[in-house]
């Protein structure tokens, strides 16, 4: 089953909607510069009303370590959404510190997806041991992918190892650039990053966001067939109230095309 999260949750009202529609998980931002910015308290208010077998994710842009701990523990968080430039060191220093915590909160990271939108035979500068979502270990049998090249026909090269699974839980292809880090409303080109989805996919768990909405998030699952989608402004009747109507029809939209499989 895909994975589903509506994101921008601001008010109870929201959440119980998104949670009876039959969202897999809840998306709370604390990000100052974000217009669905939601304090803590705030979030832990709204949280106390969700069931535990929905995710409840915290979405951080360049936060601290201590910070984002804080935030986890107070508003109940059940999973992290690094949304900025946070490096490898950073995640496996908050990796550490999460695991102290009461269930163990997962980490996903997101990226920009046109980072994926490569010429032939340019490297992408994108390398899965390096952002922490494997780690190389030759005891394992499994082969996976280490580096990866486009070759001069457009082809992906890839170089294979043994691997472990890294700090980081999953990949998260956004629209976002530097200045607006997500809910741009502006989808990427599925097709160009279809490959590396496929990449993603082989490692990890890939989520797909950016300008998804009920008209179009089947077509986004068939192109890139993700874990998990992920969607905010797509079905907003304002920044940070969502619309209720569009929020079902959102979901019904990924389920029927689970039926149609």
């Not at 529609?21 to 217009?35: D, M, R, T």
């Not at 797509?234 to 209720?244: L, M, R, S, T």
Request: proline residues 6%; hydrophobic residues 40%; glycine residues 10%.
């Amino acid at each position: 089953m895909t994975w589903v999260k509506i994101c921008g949750i601001t008010n109870k009202d929201d959440a119980i909607a998104a949670v009876e529609a039959g969202a897999n998980a809840l998306g709370f931002i604390f990000y100052p510069k974000s217009p669905r910015r939601i304090t803590a308290e705030t979030a832990q208010s709204i949280i106390t009303e969700v069931p535990p077998r929905v995710e409840k994710v915290g979405v951080f842009v360049n936060e601290t370590v201590n910070g984002v701990c804080e935030i986890v523990e107070h508003a109940g968080l059940s999973a992290v959404q690094l949304h900025g430039d946070e490096d490898k060191e950073f995640c496996l220093s908050l990796f550490k510190a999460l695991s102290t915590l009461s269930g163990r909160p997962t980490i996903f990271r997101s990226y920009p997806a046109h980072i994926f939108d490569t010429p032939a035979g340019q490297n992408v500068g994108w390398d899965p041991v390096a952002v922490g979502l494997i780690e190389p270990d030759e005891a394992y049998k499994g082969k996976r992918v280490h580096k990866i090249h486009v070759a001069e026909n457009g082809d992906l090269f890839l170089e294979t190892h043994g691997f472990r699974p890294g700090v980081i839980s999953g990949v998260l292809l956004d629209s976002s650039t530097a200045e607006q880090r997500g809910g741009t409303g502006r989808k990427f080109d599925w097709e160009r990053v279809q490959p590396w989805a496929g990449v993603i996919n082989s490692i990890g768990k890939l989520i797909i966001a950016g300008g998804l909405r009920p008209s179009n998030v089947q077509e986004a699952i068939h192109i890139l067939h993700p874990w998990g989608v992920d969607v905010s402004s797509g079905v907003e009747q304002e920044p940070g109230k969502k619309d209720p109507k569009r929020v079902r029809a959102f979901i019904r939209a990924v389920r029927a095309m689970e039926e149609a499989s």
